[in-house]
């Protein structure tokens, strides 16, 4: 049975409900009201759930499908601007005990030469990658506890990490290796990893052991779970994905959306990274031989969807769920006191809009300038970012202190009570004193998305989130709802404080190279 906090795989993975979910997204493929319903909510960038996603995958109208690659790029544009990160893989051994049907390294495969890298050549390959421009690397090695322990993983770990090239150092080591144990994923931890990623290939448990019928890789269940370990021995910055053609593609999405739906649920954060590679020939793999490989059109699909399902994979969950608390704390105040707190909200969503578009144009403008190894011009746009916000925030707070009344109305209509008005009212205008926190907030932001450092966005949302529940839960009940909203610009100077501590920490300098 269905259960997203299950830790069994075939509970969180649930067969029945993915073939329910496909029925019901083939069932709705033509029922425009419903996609158009999904298009527009989904325009707020909170994503939408397993079986919304398979509508919006299913459809068959060509004038929603356009509009959905459109709003795929607009929420692209609107969390990460023109930007990629990219990171360069590194093999360390191709040595491998599993007999994956679908991978030239499985262990039948007596044509390919089989080579571990010693930690000299490691090193060599390392300094190479750097003079590319590479910060950022993911260590990839085939399964086998002889060739390749995790002391291996670790020592190649620590040499990589201690390489102080002319470009400076690696900034980040992600690790791509086989699933293990709660304590070797704590190892993992303790040596400072990015990212642990490891795909699922395919969720459809039958098709999965007949992929894999030999090797420590065959037991669904342990592969499945092993993000739960791994989260378990702390590191909570994960990366799944499936490997599409291996099974049919409407099984292996909805599988890959109910586990990062899981994720969240059962460890409180979901994947960092969600990747789609699909099947391609390769030495003794004959793509022709799967038969549900994927054509260019679907991959496309797929990934659109993909970007309107889960904008934010890191991020979502956590704010969604602290506001529905917050507004949890206002429904005992009454009807009219949550009119009036809702109207207040859609005004603060308006006004930030402008904040985070200064701080979406400065991300570009930092990377482009770090590209070129134009250091004194990163300062220099950030000061700008920030007067901007000053000039913003002037104007917004004179908007709200002479006119808060009728941008209550707008909201409000008629029916508006005196008390609707009120707390509307008093909730703008104590925002309106404070949204220059929120714009150095968006353009500290801003700079470390165009440095590529994005690890302080989570801690410094959630601070800034629980400083609004904590006032919110202990006081409003207390002392009144005004407590709801005295402690939003708290939180917002505290995000500004976290994020501008982890800028201080990295500012980069002449001799830095750009994120990759």
């Given at each position: 049975m269905y259960d997203v906090k299950s830790r069994v795989a075939t509970e969180f993975i649930d067969n029945k409900e993915i073939l329910d979910t496909i029925a019901y997204a083939k069932q709705n493929k033509s029922n425009r009201k419903l996609i158009e319903q999904l298009i527009h909510r989904a325009k707020d960038c909170k994503g939408l759930t397993h079986r919304e996603a398979a509508v919006l995958l299913e459809c068959d109208q060509a004038d929603l499908n356009e509009q959905m690659f459109h709003l795929a790029k607009q929420i692209k544009q609107k969390l990460y601007g023109n930007?990629?990160?990219?990171?360069?893989?590194?093999?360390?051994?191709?040595?491998?005990?599993?007999?994956?049907?679908?991978?030239?390294?499985?262990?039948?495969?007596?044509?390919?030469?089989?080579?571990?890298?010693?930690?000299?050549?490691?090193?060599?390959?390392?300094?190479?990658?750097?003079?590319?421009?590479?910060?950022?690397?993911?260590?990839?090695?085939?399964?086998?506890?002889?060739?390749?322990?995790?002391?291996?993983?670790?020592?190649?770990i620590e040499t990589i990490y201690s390489i102080q090239h002319k470009n400076g150092a690696i900034r980040r080591v992600n690790v791509n290796i086989a699933a293990t144990t709660v304590e070797n994923y704590k190892k993992l931890r303790d040596a400072g990893i990015g990212t642990y990623i490891l795909f699922q290939e395919t969720y459809h448990k039958e098709n999965y052991e007949k992929l894999h019928p030999t090797g420590p890789k065959h037991n669904y269940a342990y592969h499945?779970?092993?993000?739960?370990?791994?989260?378990?021995?702390?590191?909570?910055?994960?990366?799944?994905?499936?490997?599409?053609?291996?099974?049919?593609?409407?099984?292996?999405?909805?599988?890959?959306?109910?586990?990062?739906?899981?994720?969240?649920?059962?460890?409180?954060?979901?994947?960092?990274t969600i990747s789609v590679p699909r099947i391609r020939p390769a030495d003794d793999i004959d793509a022709e031989d799967f038969k549900d490989a994927i054509s260019d059109e679907i991959f496309e699909k797929i990934v659109a969807v993909l970007r309107i399902a889960v904008p934010s994979v890191l991020q979502q969950s956590t704010v969604s769920i602290g506001m529905m608390i917050v507004q949890a704390v206002v429904n005992p105040f009454g009807t009219q006191a949550l009119a009036g707190y809702a109207a207040t909200m859609r005004v603060e969503n308006v006004f930030s809009l402008i904040f985070v578009s200064i701080g979406n144009a400065v991300s570009p403008y930092i990377y482009q300038n770090f590209g070129a190894k134009k250091i004194d011009r990163l300062k220099k746009g950030y000061h700008a970012a920030l007067v901007l916000d000053l000039c913003f925030a002037v104007i917004a707070f004179a908007v709200i202190e002479t006119l808060h009344t009728q941008i209550s109305s707008l909201f409000l209509g008629k029916d508006g009570t005196a008390l609707a008005y009120q707390v509307s009212g008093d909730y703008m205008r104590w925002l309106g004193y404070f949204f220059i926190f929120m714009g150095i907030k968006m353009a500290t932001d801003g700079v470390l998305r165009g440095l590529g450092i994005m690890r302080p966005f989570l801690i410094a949302n959630m601070v800034n989130l629980a400083i609004r529940l904590s006032v919110a839960l202990i006081c409003a009940p207390r002392f009144g709802i005004a407590f709801v909203w005295l402690a939003v610009p708290a939180g917002w100077l505290a995000n500004f404080l976290v994020s501008y501590a982890a800028l201080r920490r990295s500012w980069p300098t002449e001799n830095a190279a750009a994120p990759q």
């Amino acid at each position: 049975m269905y259960d997203v906090k299950s830790r069994v795989a075939t509970e969180f993975i649930d067969n029945k409900e993915i073939l329910d979910t496909i029925a019901y997204a083939k069932q709705n493929k033509s029922n425009r009201k419903l996609i158009e319903q999904l298009i527009h909510r989904a325009k707020d960038c909170k994503g939408l759930t397993h079986r919304e996603a398979a509508v919006l995958l299913e459809c068959d109208q060509a004038d929603l499908n356009e509009q959905m690659f459109h709003l795929a790029k607009q929420i692209k544009q609107k969390l990460y601007g023109n930007r990629i990160v990219m990171f360069a893989p590194l093999y360390l051994s191709n040595y491998c005990v599993n007999g994956c049907t679908y991978c030239p390294y499985h262990y039948k495969n007596k044509t390919i030469c089989r080579k571990k890298l010693t930690q000299e050549e490691i090193r060599r390959e390392v300094i190479a990658l750097q003079d590319m421009g590479h910060k950022r690397l993911a260590l990839e090695a085939g399964e086998d506890p002889v060739n390749n322990p995790l002391e291996y993983i670790l020592e190649s770990i620590e040499t990589i990490y201690s390489i102080q090239h002319k470009n400076g150092a690696i900034r980040r080591v992600n690790v791509n290796i086989a699933a293990t144990t709660v304590e070797n994923y704590k190892k993992l931890r303790d040596a400072g990893i990015g990212t642990y990623i490891l795909f699922q290939e395919t969720y459809h448990k039958e098709n999965y052991e007949k992929l894999h019928p030999t090797g420590p890789k065959h037991n669904y269940a342990y592969h499945t779970e092993a993000m739960d370990r791994a989260m378990e021995a702390g590191i909570d910055d994960v990366g799944i994905g499936v490997l599409f053609g291996l099974n049919m593609y409407r099984y292996d999405f909805v599988g890959l959306l109910m586990h990062a739906e899981h994720l969240e649920a059962a460890m409180g954060v979901g994947p960092h990274t969600i990747s789609v590679p699909r099947i391609r020939p390769a030495d003794d793999i004959d793509a022709e031989d799967f038969k549900d490989a994927i054509s260019d059109e679907i991959f496309e699909k797929i990934v659109a969807v993909l970007r309107i399902a889960v904008p934010s994979v890191l991020q979502q969950s956590t704010v969604s769920i602290g506001m529905m608390i917050v507004q949890a704390v206002v429904n005992p105040f009454g009807t009219q006191a949550l009119a009036g707190y809702a109207a207040t909200m859609r005004v603060e969503n308006v006004f930030s809009l402008i904040f985070v578009s200064i701080g979406n144009a400065v991300s570009p403008y930092i990377y482009q300038n770090f590209g070129a190894k134009k250091i004194d011009r990163l300062k220099k746009g950030y000061h700008a970012a920030l007067v901007l916000d000053l000039c913003f925030a002037v104007i917004a707070f004179a908007v709200i202190e002479t006119l808060h009344t009728q941008i209550s109305s707008l909201f409000l209509g008629k029916d508006g009570t005196a008390l609707a008005y009120q707390v509307s009212g008093d909730y703008m205008r104590w925002l309106g004193y404070f949204f220059i926190f929120m714009g150095i907030k968006m353009a500290t932001d801003g700079v470390l998305r165009g440095l590529g450092i994005m690890r302080p966005f989570l801690i410094a949302n959630m601070v800034n989130l629980a400083i609004r529940l904590s006032v919110a839960l202990i006081c409003a009940p207390r002392f009144g709802i005004a407590f709801v909203w005295l402690a939003v610009p708290a939180g917002w100077l505290a995000n500004f404080l976290v994020s501008y501590a982890a800028l201080r920490r990295s500012w980069p300098t002449e001799n830095a190279a750009a994120p990759q």
